[in-house]
């Protein structure tokens, strides 16, 4: 299958998994998404996320994301409680360093694509450099 916007179709899997509790989502493996789910578990928003490569040539590697949930098992909520594309094939977004929008009052993250590698907005903020704001996590 071909996916058009393979960054949407990650945030989709996420946010379709944490909506029916899934405890991990798998899709195709590509090294932005990779650097995505670095960063969801850097900041605390997933429990892990692991490359496993395909036993056939042919296929591709897989990338499997374990979603976090808080609470006892009837009350269980999960970390993720929205995800918003921004910048998508038909409409780029790009934002100079000073104007890094804040994600609920610094509450949510913002994950930009820089030219010192993909990371989150309040790091663009420290480094001083700005990029293509990819998506929005809360």
């Known amino acids: 299958m071909s996916v058009n916007d393979p960054i949407s179709d990650m945030l989709t899997r996420i946010r379709n998994g944490v909506m029916i509790g899934q405890a991990t989502v798998a899709m195709p493996r590509t090294r932005i998404k990779a ?26 590697a897989v990338l499997r994301v374990k979603l976090k949930y808080v609470g006892e098992r009837r009350s269980r909520k999960p970390v993720i409680t929205g995800l918003e594309r921004v910048s998508r094939p038909g409409r780029r977004v790009y934002t100079q360093k000073q104007d890094i929008p804040w994600v609920l009052s610094g509450m949510g993250i913002s994950i930009l694509s820089t030219p010192k590698g993909i990371m989150t907005g309040q790091r663009a903020r420290q480094l001083g450099v700005g990029g293509e704001i990819l998506c929005k996590v809360w």
């Open 35 to 60: 650097e995505i789910a670095r960063i969801l578990k850097e900041e605390g928003y997933i429990e892990g996320y692991e490359e496993v490569e395909s036993e056939d040539n042919g296929k591709q």
